[in-house]
């Protein structure tokens, strides 16, 4: 794929207004563009990798803000820059809507924005809103992969660094090693979501399994031995029966005892069950009646009166629906003949809200009529809950005093049984008594509504909580093979990462190694020992200054020649610190490395022009190279600066394009102490 | 939601087998609640049901009535002004809902009447375990609050 700069253009930012036009005559293979200290080199920089990588698409406004222009403001300010790929022209423009205030007072809350429009031919030519190039593309510009080929001195000395990491960081963005780092943190986000924000985080350990079987088998023994009571119980209630059967025959059978007694006591015993048989439907019926509100006091009765009365006497619900209203709007006259307009349809709708909708209507309707209807009825009867009280209490005090007839008749009874049979009898009794007690702990079993797991007696519950708990296993489970999983999906990321890397670096070392000993020799050898997070040269702690940026360079162009990439590249200020012996260390090899068809660019100042450009120019056909000078107007005097070759100076708002190799060659302003510092 | 918390429902356990739905408990202590004006807390679990069980469907319209009556009393509202009673209306009520009782104010006073009852009776009764015995005492109970209650005299 092959990538080159075609022009770009900029207004009212940090950098001269104007057309910097690479392709003007044609691509050049090396274009040198000088511009003096703080002219704006590296808002050049920053804006065409912005404008590359969209990275400023969802920045914050003081990101934005700084490219704002505060000496000259403009009324329209944007970047834009044409690139060609494979031929094909696309534009990236970057409009910018500054808030001025904040930029201005350099305040923390800068509203300042911007908008992307691209625009290509595959894509119909036209304007896309948005910071959208072609698909097959968009991978080579993320903004990672952009410094890679838009990139200053500091960023290439940062691959020697040791207290960087952006040598095995390009080797990551050109290889997309990252993929590898992106499934890590996809499967962490994954089990993060699943697992731990869920309420199953809390069990997703063994010891979660271990916890929930354990209350499980609590739970399970829980229940064995209440269901032991239950068939226990039933068992011992038909022996007891069974039993106090046999009795009641040996009793009845047995002629000693008087008839006359014998027959009392069972009479007693009848009217006994007679009454416990009425008292449990009087209860019943005691218990309906007081469901009936209205049954429990004569003053619910006077008050729903009052209500339904009122609601009444009140016509609430109106007879009218708000439907009513809202079909009458949609008619050309009114009900009253007069026209229906827009006044009349905006008072319908303002008052409509006073009716009811139907359904609302329906409920308010029958509140009242079912009221009024029940309260009025003839069969409604204000006292039936006395009477029923007074029913229950006259048969309770019955039933207990028949109760105590039978004890006193089976007393006697038993007083004048022979010793055998009063035996019997009190072994009935207590038969009776025991039947009594079975009974009492079945049924706590069998209604018991304790909720609570540890105290409840309901089987019902205890089986849902183990239900619960079977879940709880369920869940862990598959919580520990999930996270087993992603462990083990880690680890293959992690590993596969790391093995590809060593490969790959084992292949870049030894390409750039065959590479630096073409271009270093004899003394200045030099070869590349190990890339780790930074480059580590062979038996020397660094090269020259020029060497290492050399080395730098020759690092990215093979990561980028890996992917098949004749990318333009910008390189900024790349001699500033560089002290001018050892600067063509950098400059002489610059010349083999660009490709016959590469496209080179650089940001220099006037004095970065010395063994840099000049050795540039002395090994290369002058056709090959743009030269272009860039100056603030205004800013140097007349004296300062070669005569301008009009036919080849264009002047801007508030700069000076000149397209000249001998204006460039002689452009040596005096800066003044202030600026250099610039 | 008609919401009865566990406590509650614990204090029953003498005869809750003698009921037919657990809503006979809440029935029991909305009533004791509107008839002594007293209010719960508003209960955040013991969901029951959202509608009226067959047993109270006909006597829905008295226990919203009862509850309309109590909340506009104890609020000072008119019923006999027909904005006050409407506005009233529309806020306990939703024809939406099963039971017709509004979710905010309709279900929560409710609730909180239901809440405020089993309080009464926790007071004043012992814990039941005949249920003849058990109603006995509590229409007594109940009608001492109503005579007791502005709201209703």
């Known amino acids: 794929m092959e990538l080159k700069i075609a022009r770009w253009e900029s207004k009212g930012l940090r950098c001269p207004d104007g057309i910097v036009n690479l392709k003007k005559d044609g691509f050049k293979r090396f274009n040198f563009i000088q511009m003096p200290n703080g002219t704006g080199k590296t808002t050049y920089l920053e804006l065409i990798q912005a404008a590359l990588s969209g990275s400023l698409e969802g920045a914050d406004g003081t990101t934005i803000g700084k490219y704002y222009l505060h000496s000259n403001p403009s009324d329209e300010s944007f970047f834009e820059t044409d690139v060609e790929c494979n031929s094909e022209k696309i534009t990236f423009k970057i409009e910018f809507d500054f808030d001025t205030e904040a930029c201005i007072n350099k305040s923390e809350n800068n509203n300042s924005k911007v908008k992307y429009i691209t625009s290509y031919a595959a894509g119909g030519g036209e304007q896309l809103p948005g910071y959208k190039p072609p698909r097959d593309i968009r991978r080579m510009l993320h903004s990672e992969f952009v410094k890679l080929f838009v990139f200053d001195g500091e960023f290439a000395r940062k691959l020697f660094d040791s207290t960087e990491s952006r040598a095995f960081q390009c080797l990551d963005s050109i290889c997309q090693l990252n993929i590898f780092d992106k499934m890590v943190k996809a499967t962490n986000v994954y089990y993060k979501k699943l697992v731990i924000e869920t309420d199953r985080s809390s069990a997703k350990t063994g010891a979660g399994v271990t916890k929930a079987v354990n209350k499980k088998e609590t739970y399970e023994k829980k229940i064995e031995e209440l269901q032991k009571i239950l068939s226990e119980g039933e068992i011992e209630l038909k022996r007891i029966d069974k039993e106090v059967s046999n009795i009641n025959s040996e009793i009845n059978e047995d002629t000693s005892l008087g008839g006359n007694l014998k027959k009392k006591a069972q009479d007693k015993k009848n009217i006994v069950d007679s009454l416990d048989k009425e008292y449990n439907k009087v209860t019943q019926d005691y218990f309906d009646i007081i469901k009936n509100p209205v049954n429990l006091h004569k003053k619910f009765i006077s008050s729903l009166n009052i209500l339904q009365e009122n609601l009444y006497r009140l016509k609430i619900p109106a007879s009218a629906t708000r439907a009513f209203f809202e079909e009458l709007t949609d008619e050309k006259e009114c009900i009253c003949d007069r026209e229906m307009n827009k006044e009349s349809k905006d008072a319908i709708n303002r008052n409509k809200e006073k009716y009811f909708d139907e359904d609302r209507a329906s409920i308010y309707n029958k509140l009242k009529s079912d009221i009024r209807d029940k309260l009025n009825a003839k069969d409604f009867d204000v006292d039936v809950l006395s009477r029923k009280t007074e029913e229950f209490q006259k048969l309770n005090d019955q039933r207990a005093e028949a109760e105590t007839d039978l004890q006193v008749a089976l007393e006697e009874l038993k007083m004048s049984a022979p010793k055998n049979l009063a035996n019997k009898m009190t072994k009935r009794e207590m038969l009776i008594k025991e039947r009594g007690e079975i009974s009492k702990k079945i049924e706590e079993i069998r209604s018991d509504i304790e909720t609570d797991v540890k105290k409840t007696k309901s089987i019902k519950i205890l089986k849902n909580a183990i239900k619960e708990q079977e879940k709880i296993i369920q869940e862990v489970q598959s919580n520990i093979l999930l996270g087993e999983d992603i462990n083990r999906i880690k680890a293959l990321c992690e590993n596969s990462k790391k093995d590809i890397k060593q490969g790959l670096k084992k292949s870049i070392i030894n390409q750039c190694n065959n590479k630096l000993a073409e271009i270093f020799k004899g003394t200045k050898k030099i070869q590349i020992e190990d890339i780790e997070e930074h480059i580590s040269l062979y038996k020397q702690a660094g090269g020259s200054e020029g060497q290492q940026l050399t080395t730098g360079i020759l690092y990215l162009s093979i990561l980028l020649g890996r992917e098949n990439c004749n990318f333009f590249t910008i390189f900024d200020s790349p001699c500033g610190p560089i002290d001018q012996h050892v600067r063509v260390d950098l400059s002489e090899p610059i010349v083999t490395l660009v490709k016959k068809d590469g496209q080179f660019i650089t940001f220099v100042q006037s004095s970065e022009r010395s063994y840099f450009t000049t050795t540039i120019e002395s090994a290369v056909d002058e056709n090959k190279i743009f030269y272009l000078t860039i100056y603030d107007k205004d800013r140097f005097s007349e004296e300062e600066i070669p005569s301008l070759p009009k036919d080849k100076t264009v002047e801007t708002k508030n700069a000076f394009f000149v397209l000249d190799k001998v204006f460039f060659n002689n452009f040596s302003p005096k800066i003044n102490k202030a600026e250099s510092n610039l | ?153």
């Open chain 2, 1 to 153: 939601m008609f919401r009865l918390i566990k406590d509650n429902r614990n204090w029953f356990k003498g005869i809750s087998k003698n009921f037919s739905t657990l809503f006979d408990m809440y029935y029991l202590c909305l009533m004791m609640g509107l008839a002594a004006n007293h209010k719960g807390d508003d209960p955040d679990s013991g969901d029951l049901i959202e509608y009226w069980p067959t047993e109270y469907a006909s006597y829905s319209n008295f226990i919203i009535g009862l509850i309309l009556i109590a909340e506009a009393r104890g609020k000072g509202i008119n019923i006999k002004e027909k904005s006050s009673t409407t506005e009233h209306l529309n806020t306990f009520l939703d024809s939406e809902e099963l039971s017709r009782l509004s979710l905010k104010k309709g279900f929560k006073e409710a609730n909180r009447y239901a809440n405020g009852g089993c309080e009464i009776m926790m007071q004043k009764l012992e814990p039941p375990h005949y249920l003849g015995e058990f109603l006995k005492r509590y229409q007594e109970l109940l009608r001492e609050e109503v005579n007791k209650n502005k709201n209703f005299n």
